[in-house]
Structure formats: C-alpha cells, structure tokens
C-alpha cells in the first residue's frame, strides 16, 4: 500500500472542543504525524485535541494551558481507519493555530 504524504488541515481552532479537524475517507487508513498549534492571543488557551472521534478518554492533549505565543509541535503516530475523526478547539475561538501533517494510504 503506498502513502501519501499530505497536510490533513489547516486553521484555528474554535470554541467547541468537538469540531472536527480531519476525516478520515473511506477506504484508507491515515497516519497523523504531526499536530503544529500556535496560541496567536495575549492571554492563555485551554486546548484539547482528541482521536478517534471526540470521545473523553481519546485526548492527545486535555485542556493543556497553552501560553501567549507560545507554539506547541505535537509528533507522534496517531492512526485513523475509515471515517475516524481528530477532533480539538480551544477556549477562545480563532486564537489557536492549527496545522497537521500526515500520510494516507
């Protein structure tokens, strides 16, 4: 099976923690490398990102205090198989960056 490399998305976070970031297609797996968050605001964000899907006990990160300017690479190898989601927002909406990388295949 052959992968390919691709940026799943891209934008801010908003204020409800279960919007989703990226869906899975039906009929790959994908592999999500890298989670790239950047709090753009002068004062501190509570974020969250989950996966699969939006359920509690799926955190990568659970209200992690993200400081003024501060940027957060998260890299691991999170797996999602056909139409699992990655989930996340923040406390304020459109103050928290978001970019994730990763391979489908």
Not at 17 to 35: A, D, E, Q
């Amino acid at each position: 099976m052959a992968f390919t490399q691709k940026r799943l998305a891209s934008g801010f976070l908003t204020a409800t923690l279960t919007t989703v970031l990226y869906t899975n297609p039906g009929s790959v797996t994908t592999i999500i490398k890298m989670i790239w968050l950047v709090n753009t605001d002068t004062v501190a964000q509570a974020v969250t990102i989950r996966a699969p899907g939006s359920t509690a006990g799926n955190e990568i990160l659970s209200a992690y205090s993200m400081q003024p300017g501060e940027v957060l690479p998260l890299v691991g190898h999170w797996i999602l198989n056909t139409t699992e989601t990655l989930t996340g927002g923040a406390a304020t909406g459109s103050k928290v960056a978001c970019m994730v990388t990763g391979v489908e295949g």
